[in-house]
């Protein structure tokens, strides 16, 4: 179906109420995410079926935004399927234990959110999501003969790994647990919202049609790139006509072929879930371990930087980048790249790492060269990264030859 309208139309002022409705939208759409889940967590639900191709009124891009900046769904449950394909070798599995140790707190817990989500980094999963307001959310992650939740109720965050039979407590102090939420894309909607932050002039945006999600009618908002060089094709999103939340979204590649990121409901009502969902008791027998950040009373900002902006120890990414030398970002919009200096050596080869490490690191690599010298561009289908013999590193969602081009000149 042809787009209702292009953002090729728009005036210099509806431009300006673009950016502010994506503006609104950032800082409006109430995320459904569960308090601790790490940013690191990507990626929702595999390809849903459309069924149908609903009749609905034309809307413009700018009034579908707006739509998504007013939304304010706080009650709601629902199931959803995830699938992220970024194109890692299987290593028998070699990967998920590389991205699961790099993720883990100090806490050593196997109900740590901060370890245990990031399974969802990869491959096809299920979840059981349910919230009621700012206050009481539920993400429930299901395995084989075995479940994973983290429950958020008032100041308590629960973490419960059935398999271990372990639990994880934190506590979020007044004004940190919807700074935490915010940090941590775990639905379409919070994927969505960050898509958003991303519509400049750089970007095109259009609706284009209409679908049919978990048996909601919706629109279809597309974000595509304008610049050559992204390895984002586009985003797709469908956004429920009557309420506005995003219900499903598609990250798909320049390379074509499957999406990287699939995020959609396969169910949801928005009833008020009961309120024994968000109830939770550690199991008798349970291992109980408490967020030994909490129990020295971190802030809310704090605890966001330990979930949600740099993983273990606690950093903020601002601290993390003083760390780094020269910690910059070049170019413009999706184009965008950052590079900072190790200030140590490039890569190890397979024989110098050695082992399965070592055949990993080779498996993603590239061996480059150029004016900069040489180095390795270490791929996935979505996020590419340059990091040179001098320890020089250039990453950003960009094709090889763009990180090469940006190596070159600077």
Known sequence: MAPYESDDSMTAGEADDLRAGRRKAARYVVPVAVVGVAAATIGLVPALADSGDPDLPKISAQQLIDKIAKSDVQQMSGTVKITTDLGLPNLGGLESSLTSGAAKSGDGSSADPTSKLTELATGTHTLRVAADGQDRQKLSLLENAAEYSIIHNGKNVWGYDSQSNEVYHSTAPDGAAKQQKEDVP??????????????????????????????????????????????????????????????????????????????????????????????FTPPKGAKVTEDSQAEHGLKGSDKGEKFGKSGKGGKSGEDLGKGLDGLNVIGKGWNSIATFDTGGQGVPSGSEAGGNFGGFLDSLGDKVSGKFGSGTVFKTRLINALITDHGKVYVGAVTKDALVKAANAG
């Open 186 to 279: 775990a639905t379409p909607k919070d994927l969505t919202k960050d898509a958003l932050k991303s519509v400049d002039d750089t970007t095109s945006v259009t609706v284009e049609g209409t679908a049919q999600v978990a048996g909601r009618d919706a629109y279809r908002l597309v974000i595509k790139p304008k610049q050559s060089g992204s390895t984002v094709g586009q985003i797709t999103v469908a956004v429920d006509s009557k309420t506005g939340l995003p219900l499903k979204f598609t990250l798909t590649p320049a390379s074509g072929g499957a999406a990287v990121i699939d995020a959609g409901f396969t169910q949801i009502s928005f009833a008020k879930p009961s309120a024994s969902t968000f109830d």
